[in-house]
């Protein structure tokens, strides 16, 4: 089977709870893709923003320009900001992703306006610097690997036809960016992905350590911001173990390296 398990896209997605960029390489390092979830948007507590409760975060789009992130909202393109890609601010002590606080980088007091202004409340966007390590949970790390400003874990990997299983069973069907994977693969059966371990893409390897609970993110509608009760009503119904809805498959990366669309996924 693992000679038909083919890369179809792969998304990164440099501000946190944005919107991603769908790249045809990304290169693989232990926090995350390079780029991916290392910055967000902090309240005045350090506390990170998401689409949680600012759904209109998913309007918010991030394009790759020279050295610099352009950020607009999709309402207005020709009113945006530039983040150099390079540049650190003055250092915050303490942020907080969860249950987990670390120091951040400040990024600019003009871009904290633009984003306060773009969601109506008071905002910062702080950068994750490489001196910063937070560190996966020890229970599925594999060789105490450091992760971004990502919810948990530096890669989330879905099958295409997981989704397409999914879809079968909704009135509606749901585009794949609802579930905001860094990988997704064709071919294979529905859910495959449940039941593997290591695994290799291009030259690089992989483990796959946990899946993911969904939370209500997942109804939030990636192109308008509204939220609806669907998909999470429909794979409650199906993927539920204990009180957790799973789509999807966590890994850290056992290698860095470049990996592409259309690269071989195999089993190890």
Known sequence: MSDSLIIQDLYVYPIKSLAGIRHKEATVEERG?????????????GQFLSQRTFPQMALVKVEIEAE????????????????PIDEEGEKISSVTVWDDEMPARMVSSNAD???????GTNVRIVKMPLSTE?????????NKESVSFADGMPYLLIG?????????????????????????????D??????????QIG?????????CARCVMVTVDQTTGDKAAEPLKTLAEFRKEGNKILFGQNMVALSNGIIKVGDKLKLK
């Open 68 to 83: 610099s992130l352009k950020v607009f909202h999709i309402a207005s393109p020709t009113d945006f900001v530039r983040i």
């Open 134 to 142: 937070r560190k996966v949970d020890p229970r599925y790390a594999v």
């Open 203 to 211: 030259e690089v390897d992989f483990q796959v350590v946990k899946p």
């Open 113 to 119: 306006e633009w984003f306060s202004k773009m969601l």
């Open 160 to 188: 295409q036809k997981s989704l397409d299983e999914l879809n079968s069973k909704l009135d509606d069907a749901v585009p794949m960016n609802r579930f905001r994977p860094n990988i997704v693969f064709s071919g294979g």
């Open 190 to 199: 529905a859910f495959s992905e449940d039941t593997w371990g290591k695994i």
């Open 33 to 45: 893709f390079e780029l991916d979830r290392r910055w967000m948007l902090i309240n005045e507590n």
